[in-house]
């Protein structure tokens, strides 16, 4: 098509050249892109996959040093923080989300709709410094309440935006068949706006926990990590990231090898959350 | 929350009720409740902004007070001694960030234009798919593989530059083979904020009107010369705007950095030195801070994050709205 076309108009030899080499510019910039996503599942799968064993899943981590051992209190505590975040970030979140999209002309709109967008940029290792100084410097040690708000707070605008992209494409005329029924406001948005929006905002705060998930900068200071078992949410609470983290860091062949299955653990929940909900989205969208 | 049936039908007969008996008065209590809860939760964002910008002044306060500028100055970074001067971090985010920039913007336009202007439709899903996961991978996990790939990859290439009289007197290329400094830091970085300059070119890409490249191709224009006089420049705003997305991220990017940095509290002294930026040195050492000075200035220092960051968001975010026609989500 291409070529044709600058045949026919006479494109000179050099403008010829020119365009090709940026169509092989571009060509190479995507698989440059590509590549280290490759490279990186590649080495995880390789690295992770004979690492992953049930004792992983159901043991406390061996002493340093010594083959064997697990994280399942990591397992767990991730989930526990999960849980802590999604009950803040999906509270605020989807309520924000709703007095954004359905009470538009209210005066202080345009300014939770700028703070939102300003927390989306904040870096996450300064919300755990928030939830440091609000909850840990309080109760004296780190805990988990503390490193759950720190996700809940990163995961708010995310659901926020989600939210409030979503229920605006709600269609008016619903609204009003709904009003023209004689039903109040609160009814025409709980009962007929949300549910007609709920799949997408299901889809943006799954994506939203995934985000969150692989966190570890705010939970350095604020869940602190754990090696053995606690369900107390107020004393110090492991997590896969953490995990990752000073398992990477450490000196002992053991823990690298349980800080790869980590990683094949977490990056497969990630994406297999990731890619199940734009799925599921997609479809119903059509 | 309490009724979420797929089809929803409105109570009707009992709603047209109430409408006759409240006409006049509208539904005071129930809309107002309502009014008064989602307010509530807005609030929230408000509070937890102002909050925030609170406790973070609060907790660098003390350092503010006792460093004053010098602190924004001071090249000295020693806890025993309590001198605690953030120069090191605010070069070191800096280069990182710029550096990253420098190799991920290319590549990212680049693999935009491939996906919205070159690429068939079923090879453009796909790959643009993919290009957001790499969002997806948590920071760490780029971390780990940094350490374990990465790092000996560019150990490597500094032992062979050791090895080489020609290089080797070079001082910008001079460096402890470990593996762990600036440049392992800023090819992480690149990695990880491809997708967010990407993504955002790639729809600006796409509103660009068809018009305008037809026009261009009449005029016998080559691909490449529609592209590069009638597509990008209509794009260029937009895709500053993700430019200036991916930059605030390289800025608070923590973890992945945290790890291969080398985390050297001194201002960066080559291509591949051992430095800090912000982001880790907050990671780094917030645990293991056990004086109040200590403690302040990392705090500190995560309060002038939050103001780069804040600044760097809010501007990439006009331009992308500003320049961005409606209807686009």
Redesign the interface.
């Known amino acids: 098509m291409?070529r044709t076309?600058?045949r026919r108009?006479?494109?000179s030899r050099r403008?010829?050249t020119?365009?090709a080499?940026?169509?092989a510019?571009?060509?190479?910039?995507?698989l440059?892109?590509?590549t280290?996503?490759v490279?990186?599942l590649v080495?995880?799968v390789g690295?992770g996959i004979g690492a992953i064993d049930l004792a992983f899943f159901t043991q406390l981590p061996a002493p340093a040093g010594e083959a064997g051992g697990g994280v399942a209190q990591a397992v767990v505590g991730t989930l526990e923080l999960l849980a802590l975040a999604a009950v803040i970030g999906l509270?605020?979140g989807?309520?924000?989300g709703?007095?954004?999209a359905?009470?538009p002309d209210?005066p202080?709109v345009p300014?939770?709709r700028?703070?939102?967008?300003?927390?989306?940029?904040?870096?996450?290792?300064?919300?755990g410094?928030?939830a440091?100084?609000?909850l840990v410097v309080p109760l004296r040690h780190f805990n988990g309440l503390s490193g759950g708000v720190s996700l809940g707070?990163i995961m708010?605008?995310y659901v926020?935006r989600a939210t409030d992209?979503v229920m605006r494409?709600v269609p008016g005329v619903v609204r009003e068949a709904?009003f023209a029924?004689?039903?109040?406001?609160?009814?025409?948005?709980?009962?007929?706006v949300?549910?007609?929006a709920?799949s997408g905002i299901v889809t943006g705060a799954m994506l939203a926990m995934?985000?969150v998930?692989?966190?570890?900068?705010p939970l350095?200071?604020t869940a602190?990590g754990n090696q053995y078992w606690n369900f107390d949410p107020l004393k110090p609470v492991a997590a896969l990231?953490l995990v990752?983290?000073t398992y990477?860091?450490s000196p002992y062949d053991s823990w690298?090898r349980i800080?790869?299955a980590a990683?094949l653990v977490?990056?497969a929940f990630?994406?297999a959350t990731?890619l199940l909900t734009?799925f599921v989205f997609a479809r119903r969208a059509r | 929350?309490d009724?979420?049936?797929?089809p929803?039908t409105?109570p009707?007969r009992p709603?047209?009720r109430?409408?006759?008996k409240r006409r006049r008065g509208?539904?005071p209590v129930?809309?107002r409740?309502?009014?008064l809860?989602?307010?509530?939760?807005?609030?929230?964002?408000?509070l937890?902004?102002a909050?925030?910008a609170f406790?973070?002044f609060?907790?660098g306060e003390p350092a503010l007070r006792r460093y004053g500028l010098g602190f924004l100055t001071g090249t000295t970074w020693d806890p025993v001694h309590e001198e605690f001067g953030a120069l090191p971090f605010i070069i070191g985010t800096l280069v990182t960030s710029f550096a990253a920039l420098l190799l991920a913007v290319?590549?990212?336009?680049?693999?935009a234009?491939?996906?919205s202007?070159?690429?068939p439709r079923w090879l453009a899903e796909p790959?643009s798919?993919?290009?957001e996961?790499?969002a997806?991978?948590?920071?760490?996990?780029?971390?780990?593989?940094g350490?374990?790939?990465l790092a000996p990859v560019v150990r490597s290439v500094q032992l062979a530059i050791f090895l080489s009289p020609s290089l080797r007197g070079i001082g910008f290329l001079r460096s402890t083979p470990t593996g762990l400094g600036l440049f392992t830091a800023v090819l992480i970085l690149a990695?990880m904020i491809?997708p967010y300059t990407?993504s955002v070119a790639r729809d600006v890409l796409r509103l660009v009107p068809q018009d305008q490249r037809e026009a261009a191709?009449a005029l016998?224009?080559?691909?490449?010369?529609v592209?590069?006089h009638a597509v990008l420049p209509y794009a260029r705003a937009g895709i500053l705007g993700g430019v200036l997305?991916s930059l605030?991220r390289a800025?608070?990017?923590?973890?992945a950095v945290t790890?291969v940095i080398g985390n050297r509290t001194a201002i960066v002294d080559g291509l591949f030195g051992q430095t800090a930026t912000m982001?880790s040195v907050?990671?780094n050492e917030?645990?293991e801070a056990n004086t109040a000075a200590h403690l302040s200035s990392l705090?500190l220092v995560?309060l002038l994050?939050?103001l780069l960051?804040?600044v760097?968001?809010?501007v990439?975010?006009v331009l992308i709205h500003r320049l961005t026609p409606r209807g686009v989500?």
Do not use: K
Request: net charge neutral; proline share 6%; with cysteine.
């Open positions: 291409v076309l600058s108009g006479g494109a403008r010829r020119a365009n080499a940026a169509t510019m571009v060509v190479l910039a995507a440059a892109v590509l280290p996503l490279l990186v080495y995880l690295q509270v605020i989807i309520g924000t709703v007095f954004v359905e009470y209210h202080l300014t939770v700028l703070l939102s967008d300003a927390l989306i940029g904040i870096p996450a290792i300064v919300m410094l928030v440091y100084a609000l707070l708010i605008p926020v992209e494409l709904g029924l004689g039903l109040p406001r609160w009814r025409v948005i709980l009962q007929i949300l549910p007609s709920a995934a985000r998930a692989g966190e570890a900068a350095l200071f602190f990231p990752i983290y990477s860091i690298h800080a790869s990683s977490l990056v990630v994406f990731t734009r | 929350m009724h979420t049936p797929p929803p409105p009707q709603a047209s109430r409408l006759a509208g539904f129930g809309d409740l309502f009014d809860i989602v307010l509530l939760l807005a609030g929230c964002i408000l937890i902004t909050l925030a406790e973070l609060r907790g290319p590549l990212a336009v680049g693999s234009l491939f996906v202007e070159y690429a790959v798919s993919l290009v996961l790499l997806a991978i948590p920071s760490v996990v780029y971390g780990f593989w350490i374990f790939v990695v491809v990407a191709y016998g224009a080559t691909r490449w010369e592209m590069r997305l605030g800025l608070g990017e923590t973890m790890m982001a907050i990671a917030f645990t705090i995560g994050l939050f960051t804040i760097v968001n809010l990439a975010r989500s």
